[in-house]
Each structure stands twice: as structure tokens, then as C-alpha cells.
């Protein structure tokens, strides 16, 4: 067995949390590749080192005096040093950040210190070698991940090294400027990481207990999701349940390998795994629950829509033309809803509703703001009966109003529109009905 594992920055915001990660690494022989955050968190207080290398570049770039913040920064990783009593000095490192900050060598080098730097920490406390990820994650020179040639080289590499540390989050151009995956990218660094050495599976290791049923702001102690699929996981993550990085699952997904989400300070706990299919049934008749805010609906309307070659065509031109990008679309035989993000939608909506009149001739256009999206998303809906029934009267029970429905179909998500008001009301009933009544 080989695993690759990969600690995001609350995992290693401290010497603390360090001994934690090295405890579960040294534990198992098959975590082999480590790729590491930079330092996190430490308290609800504290500031990402990410960030504060953000903020030092942008004031070096600025030609201000840096000196301070980066001088907070290396205290950081000196803090974890001491606490790991490890004989390593960064002084050098650090000479050699400030020479390239004076440079302006850019706010991706700069970001991608926070990863480097405890990459080289975490490779000296393990034992482990250390791969700068700047020789073995390569972007195109468009700034977009060149995947199949960074598989072929660091599988070459990793072939060379039995136990290694991979900074996440950060790799280069072939001209060797350093160029960053978008925030949370270490996670990607995982799943390419996982392809690359073939691994069995690509534990994730955070400080949650994996994905939850449902968001725990609005409930209480909601159970952890056992196993999940890539798809259901897509549609949790779209509707805001964020533990994991998007692009995360395209490398490993391709390969077969199973993603473990694990907390670093429960890892007796198994955690969620994301797989591409299962015959696990999951516990509950949903997977979960989740929903985002902040919607209108476009409501567009035309006798005699439903014999209109095109009507929809001419409609969604009219979005696409001032960039913004639809939700949902639910229709009715003369009546057509475009749910669209409010804050994108807000400032053009008298264009938009301009374009539609000239593009598609309508009745009328009715425009609805402060609505909700819910989604019920669960592989096993598909051979439950009553599913949409047990949702409904649920939410009628709570007396929540439905203003939308929508099942996609896959049969894998029904998605409800509901005003901004009733969103958690909503999301309450439909936990109740299936996790805690669990009929
Ligand atoms: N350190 C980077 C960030 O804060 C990347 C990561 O943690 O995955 O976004």
C-alpha cells in the first residue's frame, strides 16, 4: 500500500500540531508523500502565514520598508523549530526571500514561501527527503497545469524516493518562475501528488472530521458522511459545504483513488471517503444537505413559449451576453425562470431584462430577489420512494414556503427554491425528516 497525505495549515500552525501530524505519519509506513500547507491558524485571532506573505509582498512591491512583517513571518517558523527542538536555521532562506522581495519576483513566489518553507521544516523532523514542487509541478506557459507532463516527471521522481515531503500549492514554468494553484490549492498538490506515485489513496488530513451531513451553523452536531461520491460531493461543494479544494478530485478521480478526509486531532475518527462509485448505501436516504443564499429568479413569460423553436436559446443569450452565468432553469409550458447569483446579477439586471424583450419578444419578465437554493443530494433517493413527498411535507410542516422545485436527472439532487428568510427553517425540516426521524 502507498498513501499520500496531505496536512492543511491549521493541521501545522504550531510545533504542537507538527508532533501531532509526525505521530500520524510515523505511525503508518505506507504515508510515504507528505505534502504540507503552510502554517494556519492558530487561534480565531491569528493570521495565515499565506496571508502575511501576501500582505509583506505587497508592501515590498509597493516600495515600502517589508522588513517587520517578514521579520513576523520568519518568527512564525522559528516558533515551530524551537518547539521541535530541530537544529535548522532559516536565516538564509529568509536573506534569500528578502533579496527576491526586493526584486519584485511576484506575489505567486511570495505566497508560495509559506508552503516551501514548513516543507522544509516537516522533511527534516520526518527524516524525509525534500522535493521543491517548483522541479516537479509545471504550469504552461498560458498559466494553466500542464498535467500530463508534470505526471510523467514526478512519477519519474517519485520513483527515486521511498519517503518524501512535496510542498503543496505552488509549481513553476518551465523557465522556473514559481506560480501558485488558486487559495486552498495544496490540496490539488495532494491529488496530483496521489496520480503521480499511484497511490492506494490520498488521505486528506484537516481539522474537521470529514464532510458533514449538513451545515453544523444551522445544526447541532450533524453526523459525519461515511462515504460520499465524486458527483454528490460536487453538488455539496457547489451549495457551499467547502472542505476540500474543487479541482482536488480530477487527478486522483481518473486514477480510481479513493480520497480519506481525516482530522489531525481525531485520527482515530475514520473520516469521509470520496470515492467514484460504491455499493455502500448510504445511512440516511439523503447524503446531504446544503444550500447557498442570495439568488433571483428571472421569471419570463409568453403565451404559446412552449411552440417557440429557440425561445430558450434567445433568452440565455441575453445572460451570456452580459456574463453572468445561470443557475437553475426551471420551465412550464408558456413560462420559462432563470435563477441567477444577485450580487453578479443586481447591477445589470435593466440590461438584461432590455436584451430579453429584444432578443425573445416575452409577455412579461418578473424579476424576484432574496431567494434561497436548498439541495437534497443523496445516490439513494433514486430507489426511495416518497423522497420529494417526505421533503414537501416537511417543509409545509414548517411552514415553509416552496417557490421552485428541480430534480435534476441524474435523480442524485432535488433542488428547492425557497426565500432568503426560510433558507435554515428549510434546511432544519429537511434534516429532521431524514437524520433525525430516520424512518
Ligand atoms: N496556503 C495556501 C492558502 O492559504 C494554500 C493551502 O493552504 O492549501 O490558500
Request: hydrophobic share 40%; net charge negative; proline share 3%.
Amino acid at each position: 500500500m502507498r498513501k499520500v497525505v496531505k496536512f492543511g495549515g491549521s493541521s501545522l500552525a504550531s510545533a504542537e500540531q507538527f508532533k501531532k501530524v509526525g505521530d500520524i505519519i510515523h505511525s503508518d509506513a505506507e504515508r510515504r508523500y507528505v505534502i504540507p500547507s503552510a502554517p494556519g491558524k492558530r487561534n480565531d485571532k491569528d493570521t495565515k502565514v499565506t496571508d502575511m506573505l501576501y500582505a509583506c509582498y505587497a508592501k515590498a512591491e509597493a516600495g515600502e520598508d517589508f522588513m517587520a512583517d517578514l521579520k513576523a513571518i520568519q518568527a512564525r517558523y522559528e516558533e515551530i523549530i524551537a518547539g521541535l527542538q530541530l537544529g535548522l536555521s532559516m536565516d538564509e532562506e529568509f536573506k534569500i526571500i528578502e533579496d527576491n522581495f526586493r526584486e519584485k519576483s511576484g506575489e505567486d513566489y511570495a505566497a508560495s514561501r509559506g508552503e516551501y518553507l514548513n516543507g522544509i521544516i516537516m522533511a527534516h523532523y520526518l527524516g524525509f527527503e525534500f522535493i521543491d514542487a517548483a522541479s516537479v509541478i509545471i504550469f504552461e506557459e498560458n498559466g494553466e497545469f500542464a498535467a500530463e507532463k508534470t505526471n510523467e516527471v514526478l512519477s519519474r521522481r517519485l520513483g527515486k524516493v521511498e519517503k518524501a515531503v512535496i510542498p503543496g500549492f505552488y509549481g513553476a514554468y518551465e523557465d522556473g518562475r514559481v506560480k501558485t494553484f488558486s487559495r486552498g490549492g495544496s490540496d490539488i498538490t495532494g491529488s496530483i501528488v496521489a496520480r503521480a506515485a499511484r497511490a492506494d489513496v490520498y488521505e486528506n488530513w484537516t481539522d474537521v472530521s470529514g464532510f458533514l451531513v449538513a451545515d453544523p451553523r444551522i445544526i447541532d452536531n450533524p453526523p459525519v458522511i461515511e462515504t460520499i461520491t465524486y458527483r454528490e460531493l460536487r453538488e455539496l461543494s457547489y451549495m457551499g459545504a467547502a472542505v476540500l479544494h474543487e479541482d482536488a478530485i480530477f487527478p486522483v478521480r481518473r486514477e480510481g483513488i479513493p480520497i480519506n478526509i481525516r482530522n489531525t486531532n481525531a485520527p482515530e475518527e475514520k473520516g469521509t471517503w470520496i470515492v467514484e462509485s460504491t455499493c455502500q448505501k448510504s445511512k440516511y436516504v439523503i447524503t446531504g444537505v446544503a444550500g447557498k443564499k442570495g439568488f433571483c429568479s428571472v421569471n419570463i413569460e409568453k403565451d404559446m413559449m412552449n411552440a417557440e423553436i429557440g425561445f430558450g436559446r434567445k433568452v440565455l443569450q441575453a445572460f451570456e451576453d452580459y456574463g453572468i452565468s445561470f443557475e437553475h432553469v426551471p420551465s412550464g409550458i408558456d413560462t420559462m425562470t432563470v435563477f441567477v447569483h444577485q450580487d453578479e446579477f443586481m447591477d445589470k439586471e435593466q440590461k438584461v431584462a432590455a436584451a430579453i424583450h429584444r432578443l425573445a419578444d416575452p409577455d412579461t419578465i418578473e424579476i424576484e430577489s432574496d431567494l434561497a437554493l436548498v439541495a437534497v443530494v443523496g445516490r439513494g433517493m433514486k430507489s426511495t420512494r416518497g423522497t420529494a413527498g417526505r421533503i414537501f411535507s416537511a417543509l409545509a410542516h414548517k411552514n415553509v414556503n416552496v417557490r421552485m422545485i428541480d430534480q435534476g436527472s441524474s435523480e442524485l439532487n432535488i433542488i428547492i427554491g425557497v426565500s432568503n428568510a426560510d433558507f435554515e427553517n428549510a434546511i432544519r425540516a429537511i434534516y429532521e425528516i431524514f437524520v433525525e426521524v430516520q424512518l
